[in-house]
């Protein structure tokens, strides 16, 4: 019974131990055995930025053409279907606030009512006055034929009897001359105010034809077939139901062509000398992460640009993506890798694995057992490596964590 009382201490015993250990020890011993291998190849310097991808070329959506010819500046949009319906060529796309133009439409009608009214008076008086001066021609006419009928017959009576009819003659002619004159003045008075009315009808026909005209470009449809993408505003924001249509600017939507698309993103200040046209660029799509595309820059803006709530100055730059794939949609989020250069046949470790104190740069090397503090010298560097270009070969290890006695450790300098 004793002996099993002691198996039981000694058994307790070595787990406890055991316990202690683990707890412990085999901390410190993570620490210490977080070596990593130096590397030797080429290194690829890289920037990587955020950007969202945009279609290279698209197809506008215009709303009506002649807003300003019919005096309307802007216009709001009340109907418009979903972004990123497949539309086809001619098919329903939105509807513009007809309010306004509605408004204009009647105020014509009602003007060329009064106008159609006025020239139909105008005729009528103009037809009867001229009526009533033919009239008076025919009469006149008559009055002259008889005065000279007078004239004829007086040739036997006595000269004051011949010079009284040769004045009544003349008085006629002249009577009816005058007459003439005046109807011919009417005439020309009359076409003139008809004509006048009639210009003033025709210049608020021509209005209300253009404004039925433009009325129709309202119910806005889709040129050709594709996706429907709504239009941003300067900040970004989407202008969908309730956004303005300008007269200068009367974009509705656009229609992109999804089978060459660009990733836009914005570089820092710092960074942006390093961009350059024509570097390759490792893409990755944030919604679908296992997927990897190539790109190349081909656009880098000469003038900056401050990011809204930052003082931070960027630089736009454009990426246009080597592959197609019918999962690719604008507005979708980036990740955009851009190798600025490569070092040939350089040694690299590390970032983490680099120290520093005052103007020393120094690595925990491994040198059997033992460790060593090792100073280097740096060269460039990425995200996650620098490049050592001296210290070090590729046959040795280094610490990414000091250890535990770094303080101690006497610097190996540089031969």
Do not use: C
Not at 252 to 277: C, F, G, H, Q, R
Not at 310 to 334: C, G, Q, W, Y
């Amino acid at each position: 019974m004793l002996k099993k009382k002691k198996w039981i201490v000694i058994i307790t015993a070595i787990v406890l131990v055991s316990v202690i250990w683990f707890f412990t020890g085999n901390s410190d011993k993570t620490n210490s055995v977080v070596l990593v291998a130096v590397k030797k190849g080429n290194f690829d310097i890289k920037v990587t930025t955020t950007g969202e991808l945009d279609a290279k070329s698209s197809q506008e959506i215009y709303g009506p053409d002649g807003l300003r010819n019919i005096g309307i500046w802007q216009v709001k949009i009340s109907e418009m279907i979903p972004e990123g319906t497949v539309v086809d060529s001619g098919q329903y796309v939105a509807t513009l606030d007809k309010t306004e133009i509605s408004t204009k439409l009647k105020d014509i009608q009602t003007e060329l009512e009064k106008l159609e009214s006025q020239l139909t008076r105008t005729r009528l008086d103009t037809t009867l006055e001229l009526r009533g001066s033919r009239d008076e021609l025919i009469n006149l006419k008559f009055a002259v034929e008889e005065r000279q009928i007078t004239l004829d017959q007086s040739k036997y009576e006595p000269p004051a009897s011949i010079r009284q009819a040769e004045i009544d003659l003349q008085k006629s002619q002249r009577n009816y001359e005058q007459a003439v004159q005046n109807y011919k003045l009417k005439y020309s008075k009359a076409k003139a105010t008809i004509g006048e009315i009639t210009a003033s009808y025709d210049q608020s026909k021509r209005k209300y034809e253009t404004l039925m005209s433009v009325l129709n470009e309202f119910t806005v449809k889709a040129p050709k077939t594709g996706m429907l993408i709504y239009k941003r505003d300067w900040d970004g924001k989407k202008q969908g139901v309730g956004a303005t249509v300008n007269a200068w600017n009367n974009v509705v939507a656009t229609l992109p062509n999804l089978s060459k698309m660009i990733s836009k993103t914005y570089i820092n200040e710092i960074d942006i000398s390093k961009v350059k046209i024509g570097q390759k660029v490792e893409i990755g799509v944030d919604a679908f992460p296992e997927k990897k595309f190539t790109g190349e820059v081909t656009e880098v803006a000469n003038i900056g640009e401050q990011m809204r709530g930052t003082n931070a100055k960027v630089f736009e730059v454009k990426i246009l993506v080597h592959e197609f794939d019918s999962i690719l949609r604008p507005a979708m989020t980036t990740k955009n890798t851009i190798i600025t250069a490569v070092v040939p046949n350089v040694i690299y470790v590390p970032i983490e694995s680099v120290h520093n104190n005052d103007s020393i740069t120094y690595v925990f090397k491994a040198d059997g057992s033992a460790v060593v503090k090792q100073q280097v010298k740096a060269g460039l560097s990425n995200e996650n490596e620098i490049i050592i270009t001296k210290g070090l070969s590729e046959k040795d290890k280094v610490y990414l964590l000091p250890p535990e006695n770094a303080d101690k450790l006497k610097l190996v300098k540089l031969s």
